[in-house]
């Protein structure tokens, strides 16, 4: 018997199981038959991130960012490729701390950007300010391979 992931649809929120042995990047929805892994960062609102939290089954690095801030602007280049190169290992989020204060005062969110990687919806790592994109699939990685250890 092949075991699965959960994994929650990005656009219209339906939990899908997909089989641990099938590439997840692939994967579509069963619902909307989006893709579960667009190439792109999802965009959160609080609602679904704790829905993404409490559910996934691949980690999940979230970028909490502000319209305002310039280094998130600057960083959102690099996070939007970084997605790419981890599409189906890792979630990319983007959360928007003036549209989700209490997301952000929950995880004491002191500056922006910063990136939180969770995976089962527990906090790993968190790095705050804006990285480069050699730097942010270096550290993605880093902490990916002392979570599977």
Not at 18 to 35: E, H
């Amino acid at each position: 018997m092949a075991s699965h992931r959960r994994l929650l649809c990005p656009s219209c929120g339906t939990p899908n199981r997909v089989p641990s042995d099938r590439p997840a990047a692939a994967a579509r929805c069963g619902r909307c038959k989006a893709p579960l892994f667009p190439d792109h960062p999802v965009e959160l609102d609080a609602a679904s991130f704790m829905r993404h939290l409490e559910t996934e089954e691949v980690p999940l690095l979230v970028d909490f960012w502000a319209p305002w801030c310039g280094p998130c602007r600057i960083m959102e280049p690099s996070f939007a490729e970084a997605a790419k190169r981890f599409r189906g290992e890792v979630r990319f989020a983007k959360l928007n701390i003036d549209e989700a204060p209490e997301a952000a005062r929950r995880f004491a969110v002191q500056g922006v950007p910063t990136v939180i990687l969770f995976a089962r919806g527990r906090e790993l790592a968190r790095r705050s300010g804006a990285l480069p994109r050699p730097m942010l699939e270096r550290w993605v990685a880093e902490h990916l391979a002392t979570a599977r250890t």
